[in-house]
Structure formats: structure tokens, C-alpha cells
């Protein structure tokens, strides 16, 4: 039921899709998702979970191959 309301394999879809356009680098959030799904986690986290993963992305203004602890924590923030 809940599925059926909050449609969540539509949700990540979209996600993917949004995701094709942000790149950083190399790095492709969509390999993530996809490896969250691998682990055993539902529909609705995975979804959860790359919606947070796409904000951060945007506010990301460095190259994520050489971050530094200071450049995470300034995001996280």
C-alpha cells in the first residue's frame, strides 16, 4: 500500500535521471545508488538516500578524487 502511495521506484528513477546531469570529475552518483540497492536496502531508503546524495552533489564545488577532510566537513555543514 505504502508503495502504491509514495512511489518510490518511480522516485529513484527520477533521481537516476537528474543524477545523469551531475558530474564531478569521474564520479556519477548513479554507481552508488546502484551499489546501495546491492547491499539488501529497500526501495524507499535507496530513494532516501540518493535524494540526500543528489543536494550534496550540488553543493559540492570540488573535485571529489582529491577532498579533504575540511572541504567534506564544509559541505556536511
Request: net charge negative; aromatic share 6%.
Given at each position: 500500500m505504502l508503495s502504491?502511495?509514495?512511489?518510490y521506484e518511480e522516485r529513484l528513477q527520477r533521481y537516476k535521471r537528474i543524477n545523469k546531469g551531475?558530474?564531478?570529475e569521474g564520479f556519477s552518483a548513479p554507481v552508488p545508488i546502484d551499489h546501495m540497492?546491492?547491499?539488501g536496502l529497500s526501495v524507499a531508503r535507496v530513494s532516501k538516500y540518493?535524494?540526500?546524495l543528489l543536494v550534496l552533489l550540488r553543493v559540492i564545488d570540488f573535485d571529489l578524487?582529491?577532498?579533504t577532510r575540511s572541504d567534506v566537513e564544509r559541505v556536511i555543514a
Open positions: 502504491e502511495i509514495y512511489d551531475l558530474r564531478n540497492a546491492t547491499l540518493a535524494s540526500h578524487k582529491e577532498a
